[in-house]
């Protein structure tokens, strides 16, 4: 069963829901959550929390493997704890995506935990930033593509 939660009470519509273990997928966008809510779903595998104002990873089930927390308020990503079930994390928007080498490092950091993760910010981990399909904006994000590619002797 999927749940989706627009702009709206996140833990009120939560609390009515009988068939906790049917629960795979729950979207709460636009919500004003400050937190992950207490999410008691046995077999939750996508959670969606983007567009919120959400900045740790408290509450957050071990049985998810697809976590969108796209444009949330995220600053730091060093000491965050993932579920080791992660497999596809979406953090763009966030602070702490526009940091020299977030991209490496913050793959690096999954991987120690988490073997089955292959996706961050809807792109291969696989891939290096000279394969990556995207627009380069953000001056930011240059310094990041230009330190990926020559690494330490730049």
Excluded at 4 to 27: A, G, M, Y
Excluded at 52 to 58: A, E, G, H, R, V
Excluded at 117 to 138: C, G, T
Aim: negative net charge.
């Amino acid at each position: 069963m999927k749940i989706t939660i627009i702009k709206s009470n996140v833990d009120k519509i939560l609390s009515q829901i009988e068939n906790k273990e049917e629960v795979i997928n729950i979207t709460a966008i636009k919500c004003n959550l400050d937190n992950i809510p207490i999410l008691d779903f046995p077999n939750l595998k996508v959670l969606d929390l983007s567009y919120n104002n959400i900045s740790t990873l408290d509450n957050l089930p071990n049985t998810i493997e697809y976590l969108n927390l796209q444009h949330n308020q995220f600053e730091y990503f060093e000491d965050l704890e993932f579920p080791a079930s992660l497999v596809y994390l979406n953090f763009n928007g966030n602070k702490a995506s526009t940091k020299i080498q977030y991209r490496s490092k913050l793959i690096k950091q999954i991987k120690q935990k988490c073997p089955q993760f292959k996706y961050l910010d809807n792109v291969s981990i696989k891939m290096r930033y000279a394969e990556m399909p995207i627009s380069l904006s953000k001056f930011d994000k240059i310094m990041d593509f230009t330190y990926e590619m020559f690494g330490d002797d730049f």
